[in-house]
């Protein structure tokens, strides 16, 4: 999941009972597994003390910042939600590398084709 950022910041109020999300999140961040997929990734931790609902700033390799509310937000999808935009991040690296424009636009007509082998033959007999 760190390989795809740069920085994390959590801010969070330790008393606060809405804080689980960056806790949890806090403590996959700093599993050996994920310090070793990006060991210059930094994590930074802010304990405030007032009633400022928990956030996590996540900043990806390509400069992107994404403001989370942790409040509301279990850390299982933030987790889903980075490793989603990671993917995205590896396909446009792989067409840049490879000398192709980014984004790939389809024509509209090319979205509208019917693709042979899509659907069974039999539900195309029942269509018809």
Same mark, same amino acid.
């Given at each position: 999941?760190?390989?795809?950022?740069?920085?994390?910041?959590?801010?969070? %109020?330790?008393?606060?009972?809405? @804080?689980? *999300?960056?806790?949890?999140?806090?403590a996959?961040?700093?599993?050996?597994?994920?310090? +070793?997929?990006?060991?210059?990734?930094?994590?930074?931790v802010?304990?405030?003390?007032?009633d400022h609902?928990?956030?996590?700033?996540?900043t990806?390799?390509?400069?992107?910042?994404? %403001?989370?509310?942790?409040?509301? @937000?279990? *850390?299982?999808?933030?987790?889903?939600?980075?490793?989603?935009?990671?993917?995205?991040? +590896?396909t446009?690296?792989?067409?840049?590398?490879?000398?192709?424009?980014?984004?790939?636009?389809?024509?509209?007509?090319?979205?509208?084709?019917?693709f042979?082998?899509?659907?069974?033959?039999?539900?195309?007999?029942?269509?018809?």
């Open positions: 999941m760190l390989k795809f950022l740069s920085k994390v910041q959590i801010e969070f %109020n330790p008393l606060n009972p809405r @804080t689980a *999300a960056c806790m949890e999140f806090l996959q961040c700093n599993s050996r597994k994920a310090k +070793e997929s990006n060991p210059a990734c930094q994590v930074e802010k304990r405030c003390i007032d609902p928990p956030q996590i700033t996540v990806y390799v390509n400069g992107v910042v994404e %403001n989370i509310d942790a409040a509301s @937000t279990p *850390a299982q999808h933030i987790r889903q939600r980075i490793l989603e935009r990671g993917q995205l991040l +590896e446009e690296q792989m067409f840049r590398e490879a000398g192709e424009p980014w984004p790939v636009l389809i024509p509209e007509e090319e979205l509208h084709q019917t042979p082998g899509t659907k069974p033959r039999k539900a195309q007999e029942k269509s018809q």
